[in-house]
């Protein structure tokens, strides 16, 4: 951060010499289509924006490292100090740096529904740049260009100030009136007042259970205190903390995913791992959540021959000229095409992974096909009821963990539906009837298992519904070991517990500069506070 405090001092210095040289000018002529007061309801849509823009590479990388997705080096656990890099800036200089203008000005203009929804935010990021990559600058951090070497702090020590933080949010979503205007100015919740609370909430659940290991009395007690207070949560899909993407190409604002694979180029293979987990498992999100551009292609890295064509973690086989052969995102979270067509290899004994009324077929695809309008969760119903099922688990909080296990997969399904239908997506729903049976087939393997098991079993079931947010399935892998991910087939490294840092801020923030090599290099091997 100190190399762009750099470059935004000189660019302040030579705004204050124009200001200076054209003070009469301006004097005289003052534009009232150029502010110089920040206008509230065009930075926080920015914000929405740019916090799901920035998190893009790191929510690629860790889907890559719990084997949602693959490209070789980080398949095989090595990592860059420029793989984070943009993402790292991004938070900073642009999403946090916006948030914190919203939260001056709007206190001084007492528009304390932009602060509110601004410290939420704000906690939001903060909270997955801790999960990340552990110790990061906060109090310094948001002091701009009077710190130009900002400090890292302890996570544990960030995470305490977030609680703060959220509660803050809250009580100031109580105070005056909450009247975003217009409604568009929030992307994500359009201004609702009684959403952003439960996301508020939900996100103090999220962090309460995420600290169980570390600090076993404080994450039962608060989550004790939001269920005993009945302080609202997500609890339908439709109250979910998600951005969904559009579908216009020219200003380009689908999905990355999308916008990553369908064309002539293609940056990634679908994870051999998960798919082959899917399709084990007769799971019908199979044919949603990838799209076969061949029916039966088979080589020494991809044995299956149905189509399904991705790479297993960790191979390091050059990669032959398959970008129109082998399979890609299908129509859940990235608005691509859902797969109808036949499986040849497919067996009878399968329910819900079928061949029933399969009349379609594999195709090359292009920006033309799906729509992109995809979505990247953030917090959803079904994550808020897999948490709670697995604090119920493990520290005895209220709610039954059967139950809550039940509804995080129903609540997923209808997700998958409700993408496959929206935003110019035509693929068709999974039945009422489809669902239910599909969530009692689990609920009887989570029955037949012992207490371990009926944990992995609700891991499992929300790795699986975390397909489009890696970031969580990343937490949730090192938290818990679950579910069982297979060995990578030749790892370059141990798996990393830590995100490597932005080798830009290493180098110039003074506050590490004298320590990045041996920083960087711990970054692997040393877990995050609340990971024991």
């Known amino acids: ?27 005289i002529n003052a534009d009232p289509n150029n502010p110089t007061t920040p206008v509230l309801d065009l930075i926080l ?28 080096n980080p398949s095989r656990n090595f990592q860059d100090g420029t793989d984070y890099q943009a993402s790292w800036n991004a938070l900073y200089t642009q999403v946090l740096d916006d948030l914190e203008i919203i939260i001056r000005e ?34 310094d951090a948001i002091k701009g260009l009077t710190v130009t070497d900002p400090v890292f702090e302890k ?25 975003i205007q217009p409604t568009t100015a929030d992307l994500i919740y359009r201004g609702d007042k009684a959403a952003w609370i439960r996301m508020g909430n939900s996100l103090k659940l999220k962090l309460f259970n995420q600290i169980r290991l570390v600090q076993p009395d404080k994450a039962k007690a608060g989550i004790a205190a939001l269920l005993s207070t009945n302080a609202p949560l997500i609890s339908t899909n439709a109250q979910d903390f998600a951005f969904r993407f559009g579908s216009s190409e020219t200003p380009a604002n689908r999905h990355p995913w999308y916008r990553a694979e369908y064309q002539a180029s293609k940056s990634y293979y679908m994870s051999q791992n998960f798919m ?62 859902y797969d109808n067509a036949p499986i040849n290899n497919i067996t009878a004994a399968n329910v819900f992974l079928s061949n029933s009324g399969a009349t379609g ?67 068709p729903v999974l039945p009422t009837a489809t669902i239910t049976a599909f969530v009692a087939n689990r609920t009887a393997q989570y029955d037949a298992a012992n207490p371990a098991g009926k944990l992995s079993a609700v891991m499992t079931q929300k790795y699986i519904a975390l397909f489009g947010n890696g970031i969580e399935s990343y937490n949730d892998y090192r938290r818990t070991d679950l579910p069982v991910l297979a060995a990578p087939i030749a790892p370059l490294n141990t798996f990393p517990l830590r995100l490597t840092y932005s080798v830009t801020e290493l180098s110039t923030n003074g506050s590490v500069s004298d320590n990045a090599e041996k920083l960087q290099a711990a970054q692997q091997i040393t877990p995050v506070f609340w990971d024991k």
Not at 155 to 179: H, P, Q, S
Not at 398 to 403: F, I, L, S, V, W
Request: glycine fraction near 10%.
């Open 1 to 27: 951060m100190n190399f762009i405090n750099t470059i935004r001092t000189a660019s302040l210095l030579g705004l204050v010499f124009l200001a200076g040289s054209c003070k009469d000018f301006v004097d």
């Open 45 to 72: 849509p920015a914000t929405q924006v740019s916090m799901a823009g920035s998190l893009r590479d790191v929510n690629v990388g860790t889907s890559i490292l719990t084997q949602q997705l693959y490209i070789t």
């Open 106 to 139: 709007g206190t001084a203009q007492q528009r304390w529904d932009y602060v509110s929804i601004a410290k939420l935010q704000k906690a939001y990021i903060y909270s997955l740049m801790v999960d990340l990559w552990g110790d990061i600058p906060y109090t």
């Open 155 to 179: 996570g544990d020590v960030i995470y305490d100030k977030l609680f703060t933080l959220i509660d803050e949010g809250l009580a100031d979503a109580a105070k005056g009136n909450f009247a």
């Open 276 to 337: 082959e987990r899917l399709f084990g498992t007769d799971d019908p999100r199979l044919r949603y959540f990838f799209f076969r551009q061949t029916s039966n292609y088979t080589v020494g890295f991809t044995p299956t021959g149905n189509g399904y064509f991705g790479r297993y973690t960790g191979d390091a086989t050059a990669s032959p000229n398959d970008n129109a052969l082998k399979a890609t995102f299908g129509v859940y979270p990235s608005g691509g095409l």
């Open 361 to 427: 077929a594999p195709k090359v695809v292009t920006n033309t096909d799906g729509s992109g309008a995809g979505v990247f969760p953030f917090i959803t119903n079904a994550m808020v009821k897999f948490i709670l099922a697995e604090a119920a688990l493990t520290m005895g909080t209220t709610g039954d963990p059967k139950q809550l296990f039940q509804d995080g997969i129903t609540a997923h399904l209808n997700s998958v539906n409700t993408i496959a239908t929206s935003g110019g997506n035509s693929a």
